[in-house]
C-alpha cells in the first residue's frame, strides 16, 4: 500500500526557520515525482514544486521560487519541504503527494498545518 | 500560464441530481495531462480522474470526465450524499508546470 505520511504541525514565529518531512511506503520512490501542494485557510490548491527523488531534480512554480527548498533522502525514502524565514502569509495546510505518470497526484500526505504568529 | 477557470463557482444540487463541473483552460492542455479531485471538509484531496477521462483506483462509476477542445467536464451522475464536496481540476504543461482551477462547490440544495 502506497503511504505517504508528514510531519507534525507547526507553530512558528516570523522570521524563524523550517524543514517539514513527508515519509514515502509502498512503491518504489526513486521513480515518482514528489509534489508539494499548499492550501491556506479557506483556499483551494496550489502547486508549490516536485522533486525527482532519483536525481533530486527539482522544479518550482515561480510563485514559490525562492521562498521555499525541496529536497529528498532517497536513503530514507522522505522529502523535505523547507523555510528558512517564515512570514505570517505562510500559515496553510501543506501537502505532499505523489505524482503519476499522467501527471496526476494519486496519494496524498495528511497534510501538515503549519501556523505562523507572533 | 495556463490558467484554469472553474464554472459554477457554487452547483447547489439534491441527492440524486446529475452534476456538471466545467473546467476551462486559457491555452490548450493536454487530455493526458487533466484531473480531476474531491476534497471535503477537513480531508485530503482525493483524485478521481486522470487523463481527462480515466477513474482513479476505487473510484465509482457515476464520476465520469470528458473533453471538448479546452473545455473539460466532471459529471456526476446521481449524486449520493457523500458526493457533496468541493471539486478541482489540475493540468500539467507549461511554466507553471502544474496549476489547479479555483474549485467548483456542490452543495446540498
Known amino acids: 500500500e502506497v503511504q505517504l505520511v508528514q510531519s507534525g504541525p507547526e507553530v512558528k514565529k516570523p522570521g524563524e526557520s523550517l524543514k517539514i518531512s513527508c515519509k514515502a511506503s509502498g512503491y518504489n520512490f526513486n521513480t515518482y515525482w514528489i509534489g508539494w501542494v499548499r492550501q491556506m485557510p479557506g483556499k483551494g490548491l496550489e502547486w508549490m514544486g516536485f522533486?525527482?527523488?532519483?536525481?533530486?531534480?527539482?522544479k518550482y512554480n515561480p510563485s514559490f521560487q525562492g521562498q521555499v527548498t525541496i529536497s529528498a533522502d532517497k536513503s530514507i525514502t522522505t522529502a523535505y519541504l523547507q523555510w528558512t524565514s517564515l512570514k505570517a502569509s505562510d500559515t496553510a495546510i501543506y501537502y505532499c503527494?505523489?505524482?503519476?505518470?499522467?501527471?496526476?497526484?494519486?496519494?496524498w500526505g495528511q497534510g501538515t498545518l503549519l501556523t505562523v504568529s507572533s | 500560464e495556463i490558467v484554469l477557470t472553474q464554472s459554477p463557482g457554487t452547483l447547489s444540487l439534491s441527492p440524486g441530481d446529475r452534476a456538471t463541473l466545467s473546467c476551462r483552460a486559457s491555452?490548450?492542455?493536454?487530455?493526458?495531462?487533466l484531473a480531476w479531485y474531491q476534497q471535503k471538509p477537513g480531508q485530503t484531496p482525493r483524485l478521481l480522474i486522470y487523463?481527462?477521462?480515466s477513474r482513479a483506483t476505487g473510484i465509482p462509476d457515476r464520476f465520469s470526465g470528458s473533453e471538448s477542445g479546452t473545455d473539460f467536464n466532471l459529471t456526476i451522475s446521481r449524486l449520493e450524499p457523500e458526493d457533496f464536496a468541493v471539486y478541482y481540476c489540475?493540468?500539467?504543461?507549461?511554466?507553471?508546470?502544474?496549476?489547479f482551477g479555483p474549485g467548483t462547490k456542490v452543495d446540498i440544495k
Open positions: 487523463a481527462a477521462s
Open positions: 491555452q490548450r492542455v493536454s487530455s493526458n495531462y
Open positions: 503527494a505523489r505524482v503519476t505518470p499522467h501527471r496526476a497526484f494519486d496519494n
Open positions: 522533486i525527482y527523488p532519483a536525481d533530486s531534480e527539482t
Open positions: 489540475q493540468q500539467y504543461g507549461r511554466s507553471p508546470q502544474f496549476s
